[in-house]
């Protein structure tokens, strides 16, 4: 197969999306399948890619940057405007914005890690999030005991 082939065919599939609801077929004209097995792949590679310029400017200032499939963590020693600005040129070049700030200070939750900075220096430690964390051991308790209880009737 043909490099040319292989992608008419990737347009084929990302131009014509459809997908049903209430018994009805639907042809989706904005955005793309965030489930798509094909969509998904192309937006790492796209990322990737893009965030290269980025990568460039924090590794030039001595910061950091991690990115999780579509999250990312970036320290910055500069003010919240000059984030702000970045932010938006990036998101001028797509169609629906993909970068936003979900917070800024100096203890900050990313994933499953608690990131501190104490005068410069990052300190790191597993977080666990007390309603998530919850939730799973009642139901893991639940799920112990119903079989115990069952019997005993």
């Given at each position: 197969?043909?490099?040319?082939?292989?992608?008419?065919?990737?347009?084929?599939?990302?131009?014509?999306q459809?997908?049903?609801?209430?018994?009805?077929?639907?042809?989706?004209?904005?955005?793309?399948a965030?489930?798509?097995?094909?969509t998904?792949?192309?937006?790492?590679?796209?990322?990737?890619?893009w965030?290269?310029?980025?990568?460039?400017?924090?590794?030039n200032?001595?910061?950091?940057?991690?990115r999780y499939r579509?999250?990312?963590?970036?320290?910055r020693n500069?003010?919240?405007?000059?984030?702000?600005?970045?932010?938006?040129?990036?998101?001028?070049?797509?169609?629906?914005p993909?970068w936003?700030?979900?917070?800024?200070?100096?203890?900050?939750?990313?994933r499953?890690?608690?990131?501190?900075?104490?005068?410069?220096?990052?300190?790191?430690?597993?977080?666990h999030?007390?309603?998530?964390?919850r939730?799973?051991?009642?139901s893991?308790?639940?799920?112990?005991?119903?079989?115990?209880?069952?019997?005993?009737?």
């Amino acid at each position: 197969m043909t490099i040319s082939t292989i992608l008419q065919l990737v347009r084929l599939v990302l131009d014509e999306q459809y997908f049903i609801y209430n018994y009805t077929l639907y042809r989706q004209t904005a955005g793309r399948a965030s489930g798509s097995s094909l969509t998904i792949p192309l937006v790492y590679i796209y990322l990737f890619y893009w965030q290269q310029d980025i990568l460039e400017d924090l590794i030039n200032k001595n910061e950091l940057f991690f990115r999780y499939r579509d999250e990312a963590f970036i320290t910055r020693n500069r003010s919240e405007d000059e984030l702000g600005i970045l932010l938006s040129m990036a998101n001028s070049q797509f169609s629906q914005p993909i970068w936003n700030i979900t917070d800024i200070g100096s203890t900050i939750y990313f994933r499953d890690i608690l990131i501190t900075n104490n005068n410069g220096l990052l300190r790191t430690s597993v977080y666990h999030e007390e309603t998530f964390e919850r939730i799973m051991l009642l139901s893991s308790f639940r799920d112990i005991l119903q079989p115990a209880i069952k019997q005993d009737t």
